[in-house]
Every structure is written in C-alpha cells, then in structure tokens.
Nanobody
Framework: QVQLVESGGGLVQPGGSLRLSCAAS????????MYWYRQSPGKEREFVAF????????NYGNSVKGRFTISRKNVLNTVYLQMNNPKPEDTAVYFC?????????WGQGTQVTVSE
C-alpha cells in the first residue's frame, strides 16, 4: 500500500533553515506529482508546494513563495521541502501528499516549530 513517511521536523529559529523529507513507497513514485501541505492548530490544512513528476514545474502557496523550495529525487523515491528564512507563522505539522489513482494519500506529518 502507499506509504509516505515525513522526517526532518523540529525546532528552528526564525531566519534559520530546515529541510523536510518524505520517503514514498508502495507506488511508482516517478509518475506522480507530489505535494507538501501544512496544518496548525485551529486552522485548515494549507497548500505549501507542488512538484511535477519530472521536476519540470513547481508552484507554491503565497505565504512561502521565495522562502521554501520543493524538490525530489526519483531514484530515492523522496521529495524534499527546503525551508529558508522560516517565520513563527510557519509553525505547523507538515504533511506529504499524493493523489494516487484519484485517492488522496497522506503521511503522518512532521512537526515544525519556528521560535527563538
């Protein structure tokens, strides 16, 4: 079955950097676009970034444009989210997502806390 396992979360200072990873298995990773979403307490899940199956295109939520970068390595079945210059409002649980055969699939999430 599809498995998405996020890692790399933790505590980071404002203006620092952090890289999240999502290891995928159970499907042919190289033919699916991949997403990052996030959710903070009391808020709806929010789109963060998307990368196409061959990395030819990507797009970002307005709140992270210019600071976060999504990338992937198909040989490793892994998608990444490089978070530069994070802000306290980026504090959230970050989820990896794929729409597999029309069915949304989610990882368990990794907590990111941006604080002094």
């Amino acid at each position: 079955q599809v498995q998405l396992v996020e890692s790399g979360g933790g505590l980071v200072q404002p203006g620092g950097s952090l890289r999240l990873s999502c290891a995928a298995s159970g499907f042919t990773f190289s033919i699916y676009g991949m997403y990052w979403y996030r959710q903070s307490p009391g808020k709806e899940r929010e789109f963060v970034a998307f990368v196409s199956k061959d990395s030819s295109s990507s797009n970002y939520g307005n709140s992270v444009k210019g600071r976060f970068t999504i990338s992937r390595k198909n040989v490793l079945n892994t998608v990444y989210l490089q978070m530069n210059n994070p802000k306290p409002e980026d504090t959230a649980v970050y989820f990896c997502h794929v729409l597999y055969r029309g069915m949304p699939q989610w990882g368990q999430g990794t907590q990111v806390t941006v604080s002094e």
